[in-house]
């Protein structure tokens, strides 16, 4: 691995919040590309912390101080990420569902949905089945879109779909979803539109699915 991205990677994983900081600025201004930086040094290094935690090596201390260092890390690359000169493509509402507090994906989804031209309504994380449909009821929203982390909150997109149907907006939106454990067949099971294992495949979704 290049050393740049490998300094990185230790950082996320070491949850060194001032260090990725530098490093990100530095592979910046080396001239490297945002995408690599993002998909190579930060999302491998939170890879890692998960694998940690799995191992029972790390504890949930360990992969908030991680999480912290990843959002500084997202902030410095964001304009590098959204700076295509890109027309209006339509309005997404995201959040992460009921229950679940892991917003890392959900930012990045939404930050990479930004920078392809749509307009993006943030709901937030926890974000109960209601407050989508407000969102969906009230915004002109062509797209909702959820992000579950945790095996025992996936349910709450189904929870979800279902109050849509029944405050009558389910037909006037399509509905996209993802997250670590979420499937393509989860998603044609719960009777989603689509699915998308990362945020450049949800892109490429959220267009396929309004064009
Ligand atoms: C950081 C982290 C935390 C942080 C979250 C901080 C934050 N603000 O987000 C904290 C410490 C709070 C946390 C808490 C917990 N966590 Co946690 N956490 C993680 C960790 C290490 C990384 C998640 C992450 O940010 N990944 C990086 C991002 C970029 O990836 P991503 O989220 O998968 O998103 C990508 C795709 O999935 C996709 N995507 C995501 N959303 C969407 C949405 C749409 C619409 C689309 C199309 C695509 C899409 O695109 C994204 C970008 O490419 C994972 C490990 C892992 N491997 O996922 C565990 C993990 C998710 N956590 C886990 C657990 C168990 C917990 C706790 C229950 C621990 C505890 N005992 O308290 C709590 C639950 C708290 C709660 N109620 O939510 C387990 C879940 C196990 C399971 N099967 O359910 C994991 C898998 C760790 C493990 N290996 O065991 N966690």
């Given at each position: ?165 029944e405050a009558g907006v389910r037909e006037k939106v399509k509905?996209m979803i993802g997250g670590a454990p979420v499937t393509e ?21 959220a267009k396929s699915l309004l064009s």
């Amino acid at each position: 691995m290049d050393e740049k991205l490998k300094a990185i990677y230790q950082c996320i994983v070491e949850g060194d919040n001032n260090g990725v900081q530098e490093h990100v600025r530095a592979a910046l201004e080396s001239g490297m590309d945002a995408g690599t930086i993002l998909n190579e040094g930060l999302i491998a290094g939170m890879a890692e912390v998960g694998r940690l935690f799995e191992e029972g090596e790390y504890f949930v201390p360990e992969m908030l101080i991680s999480a912290r260092a990843m959002k500084s890390a997202m902030a410095i690359l964001k304009p590098h990420l959204t700076s295509e000169q890109v027309g209006f493509a339509g309005r997404v509402a995201i959040g992460t569902v009921k229950g679940d507090l892991h917003d890392i994906g959900k930012n990045l989804v939404g930050l990479m949905l930004e920078g392809a031209g749509f307009q993006v309504i943030d709901l937030g994380s926890d974000v109960a089945p209601e407050k989508f449909v407000e969102a969906a009821k009230n915004n002109d929203v062509d797209i909702v879109a959820m992000s579950a982390l945790l095996t025992t909150t996936m349910v709450n997109m189904k929870s979800t779909i279902a109050a849509l149907e029944e405050a009558g907006v389910r037909e006037k939106v399509k509905v996209m979803i993802g997250g670590a454990p979420v499937t393509e067949a989860y998603a044609r099971q719960i009777g989603a539109d689509g699915y998308a294992p990362d945020a450049s495949r949800a892109v490429a979704l959220a267009k396929s699915l309004l064009s």
